[in-house]
């Protein structure tokens, strides 16, 4: 059974940065990582993927102040956000997609004031 861990998430003023991890117990390499959110009322939403060659892409509300990376050596994945604005306030979701099946973290609270 995979487990995905993350931590990171905070208050923080817009305009600031927040750095959030994902551990997962198995080894990810071999497998696309992903960051998705969900803020409050609204539905899951894709945020950003990583293949294992480190390919990235990015939801178009976050291009250029997110950046998605991974450390296949220790099983982590990272988004690193900057220049954060309210809209950003989530709860923020680590997913690893293997194909048929997906894993997901149970997810790390962002809070952004204005």
């Known amino acids: 059974q995979v487990q995905l861990g993350e931590s990171g998430g905070g208050l923080v003023q817009a305009g600031g940065s927040l750095r959030l991890s994902c551990v997962a117990s198995?080894?990810?390499?071999?497998?696309?990582m992903g960051w998705y959110r969900q803020p409050p009322g609204k539905q899951r939403e894709w945020v950003a993927t990583i293949t294992g060659g480190g390919d990235t892409k990015y939801a178009e509300s976050v291009k250029g102040r997110f950046t998605i990376s991974r450390d296949n050596a220790k099983n982590m994945v990272y988004l690193q956000m900057n220049s954060l604005k309210p809209e950003d306030t989530a709860v923020y979701y680590c997913n690893e997609d293997r194909g048929s099946l997906d894993y997901w973290g149970q997810g790390t609270q962002v809070t952004v004031s204005s």
């Open positions: 198995g080894t990810i390499f071999r497998f696309v």
